[in-house]
């Protein structure tokens, strides 16, 4: 078995926004993986839930209200320099839109096109496990 040598965890709330079978996707503008594409949120602070975490990092990526839903799974992901904890949560956008502050662009998808963005490593799982489930992607 290898032994783990992280050297520390990060624990991120994530929010992935469902519209008319769609979701929202943002691209990063930013960082060793600028332009890869991500769900929306962001670190949780100390004493923070995660749906407190996401609430406010989605006020602060996006100038958005959402209604966050249920949590739809949890992904561990070994990146070279941390262990990621991604708590990923469906979403409702609960505001008339998005202004983008730190991502690069967005985009809404469907079952059809998901793939067509290089997603972040931790986050293709969720995009497989997403096209799996019945009635939350259309066509």
């Known amino acids: 078995m290898k032994e783990q040598t992280m050297s520390r965890t990060v624990r991120v709330a994530a929010a992935i926004i469902v ?27 100390d004493g923070e839930t995660p749906e407190e975490a996401l609430t406010r990092e989605i006020r602060e990526e996006l100038r958005a209200e959402i209604s966050i839903g249920r949590l739809f799974d949890t992904v561990e992901y070994d990146y070279p320099e941390f262990h990621l904890v991604m708590y990923c949560f469906l979403c409702g956008l609960a ?5 983008l ?6 985009c809404w998808l469907g079952k059809k096109d998901i793939m067509a963005v290089r997603w972040l ?10 096209v799996a489930e019945a009635g939350i992607l259309a066509d």
């Open 121 to 130: 490593p931790s986050d293709i799982e969720v995009v497989e496990k997403l």
């Open 101 to 106: 502050v730190e991502h690069e662009a967005a």
């Open 95 to 99: 505001s008339d839109g998005v202004e």
């Open 19 to 45: 519209k008319d079978g769609r979701i929202f996707a943002t691209q990063r503008g930013y960082g060793d993986y600028k332009d890869w594409w991500e769900f929306p949120g962001g670190k949780l602070e």
